[in-house]
């Protein structure tokens, strides 16, 4: 095949001598690309491509002093489906994930409403959408909108065919969470559920996980109180309540125990 041959470290220049132009060299098997008499991209020995760096790590690079941006921008008005997307595909041309720009449709579609959407793909499954966050600013996992009854003005949804929830997790103790499992709201800590709260009927438990009252309280200990009530601002003072041989309500003040009703 015909080719047109440049020794090594010479300039493929247009106008003025270097000021555009392209370099190769075989010495450091990379070429140079330059503007303005300034190297604005380089290919080096590796295949990385390095724009604003002349030593790029990664297969593409992008370096500047400040506000380095990549843009994805559509040359027409968009107002359905998608505006832009940044997509992760594995040797087989297959989508593994991807960050998707589409249009918001939670009213009239224009050219600036945009929701920002998250796939991704388990093993042995598809691509899937995993979460969504809307032009609203609202955030969606496991649904494509968002349930809003009480109509908040922001919004974290989870959603999930079965229990659902959030742990928060202190290396230095076991975790918390908080879960809804079948419309009951529990509070845990571990695998404990310290709280507990029916969302059919509005009952609260303490200590049970199937309140039969607006609020049950329940314990092992027949030595602790169930509830103890105190104002802070008067010290000493306050009642408790303990079922042990029946219940029994104990008022308190600075000397102690002043009586009880059982």
């Known amino acids: 095949a015909n080719q047109v041959l440049i020794n090594s470290g010479e300039k493929l220049s247009w106008g003025t001598q270097g000021a555009v132009s392209i370099e190769g060299s075989t010495g450091s098997n990379q070429m140079e690309f330059r503007t303005n008499s300034t ?3 380089i290919i080096d020995s590796s295949g990385n ?5 002349a030593s790029p790590v990664a297969p593409l690079q992008i370096e500047k002093a400040s506000n380095t941006t990549l843009a994805l921008s559509n040359s027409g008005s968009v107002t359905s489906g998608t505006r832009g997307e940044i997509a992760v595909y594995n040797s087989s041309i297959s989508t593994c994930a991807a960050i998707k720009a589409v249009v918001d449709t939670s009213g ?6 945009t929701d920002l959407t998250f796939f991704t793909r388990a093993i ?8 969504v966050i ?6 969606i996992i496991g649904n494509t909108a968002v349930d809003n009854p009480n109509s908040l003005t922001k919004v974290l949804e989870i959603e999930n065919g079965g229990t659902v929830g959030v742990i928060l997790n202190d290396s230095r103790d076991a975790p918390m969470g908080l879960e809804n499992r079948g419309a009951v709201f529990h509070l845990t800590y571990n695998t404990n559920s310290r709280l507990v709260v029916n969302g059919a009927s ?14 049950q309280v329940e314990m092992n200990a027949s030595s602790s109180f169930h509830s103890f009530f105190q104002n802070n601002n008067v010290s000493g003072y306050g009642a408790g309540f303990q079922s042990y041989s029946g219940v029994q309500v104990y008022f308190y003040d600075t000397g102690g125990n002043i009586g009880s009703i059982t």
Do not use: C
Request: hydrophobic share 30%; net charge neutral.
């Open 39 to 41: 190297d604005v991209m």
């Open 49 to 53: 491509v390095g724009v604003g760096t």
């Open 108 to 113: 009239t579609a224009d050219n600036v409403g």
């Open 124 to 131: 042995g499954g598809s691509l899937t959408q995993k979460m």
């Open 134 to 139: 809307n032009g609203s600013g609202n955030v």
């Open 202 to 215: 509005g009952n609260v438990g303490i200590g049970t996980t199937s309140p039969t009252a607006k609020l």
